[in-house]
């Protein structure tokens, strides 16, 4: 798949009025008339994407901000297999040309939480619904791989304003499969499946995965996203026992757990 992503080429709209952006899949850039390319993501939504960005407050502070934005035409998604993953391939492409600051810069510190519901995923790392995050940018938008069922637990999550953590379960092998790169770390955890936490976020909203019909695109809010370095989640303290009553049930509800406490801390949450 192929966008002209010339940033001088894209239509824009004031930041303010980014409710006005097309309800399309595409590429777009954060900026001003000094600096037009400081941040780039891509969305399955534009609209939707901004409508809460994770990084927000860092746009609205930009003096003059714009939004420079590409869509990917129905001609185009007519004739592509994977949309995520041919966004994914054009967004890296437009940050290694353009390196912008803000997708190198840590996103802010998480909100505060009062006591709720801890929601988590799994991911099996060899299985297409996963593998992709580890390659993922900053700000990337996460595929809840579930059934239909589960659609109003994600709703909850949603409207109680909640934190998700994604998990990735494998062996070695797996992820040695799909590139890992910090395979050294997980050598001592080889004849076991090894658990890591790969991201934590804070949902406002989801849709349809086309692509996939099992899978909903769950938009992040005003939180961190991806965790770096990614945490090892195997020698955790009370683990073995979470992992036996809550990793086996797909997208859940875990806040009765006693390790729902260590998940908010090692997802940087503070509890009010």
Known sequence: MKLNLNYKEMPFLPYHQRKDLPAQPGIYYVGNGDSPVMYIGLSHNLRNRHLNHHRQSEFT??????????????????NIANLAENLRRLEKQAINYYQPELNRKAVKIQPKLSLGGVYIQTHQVATAGYCPHFDAED??????????????????????????????????????????????ELIMFKHEKIYILISCFIPYGCELNHNYMQDHIVYGGNSKIFIEPYIILNNQPGFKEFKKSYLTVGFTNCEKSPFAQILLNLGGFQLI
């Open 61 to 78: 502070e930009i003096k003059n901000a714009v939004i420079r934005y590409r869509v990917v035409t129905e001609d185009l998604l007519n």
């Open 139 to 184: 700000g990337e938008e996460l595929s809840i791989n579930t059934s239909v069922s589960k659609i109003n637990l994600i709703n909850k999550a949603i409207e109680n304003q909640r934190p998700i953590f994604l998990i990735a379960s494998g062996n070695y092998e797996d992820y040695k499969r799909e590139d890992y790169d910090n395979l050294s």
